[in-house]
């Protein structure tokens, strides 16, 4: 779960190497997720995000395409900087169909005796969007 445990989003896995050959057969598995609720974008001018119910019709069908899948996937390669597992939050704008980096976790970090503390990435007035996924 993503949004403070409030979104259950899909997730996918994508094969690091075939990344950049922008292959769909670099996407290995896709699990769907909850969806019961999704974050939404109420007030554009004062980026007030609403939580409301997913439709139906929406929870029974993965949030991105393919093409969509292998976008993020390259943006997550290009913000990787070693084979650090990195957990990445991002909104997707609907409108302009881009997707925005909203956090950044390295994982490495997460794990028992491997540090005394979370680092955690941020952007501040951040564009606005309309969904709000989480790809490991």
Known sequence: PV????????EYRVFKPF??????????????????LREVLVND??????????P???QHHFALLPEQI?????????IEESEKPLEIEWIHDKISDKFHLVKIIDLA??????AESIVIYELVNS??????????
């Not at 990344?19 to 019961?36: F, M, S, Y």
């Not at 004062?46 to 997913?54: C, F, G, L, N, V």
């Open 3 to 10: 949004a403070n445990g409030i979104v259950c989003p899909d």
């Open 19 to 36: 990344i950049d050959e922008k292959c769909h057969d670099a996407i290995v598995g896709r699990t769907l997720g909850a969806k019961e």
């Open 45 to 54: 001018s004062e980026k007030t995000i609403h939580e409301e119910s997913t």
């Open 56 to 58: 139906i019709d929406e």
């Open 70 to 78: 292998m976008q993020l996937a390259q943006l997550a390669k290009e």
């Open 109 to 114: 970090l997460t794990e028992p005796n491997k």
């Open 127 to 136: 564009p606005p969007a309309t969904s709000r996924q989480s790809l490991d």
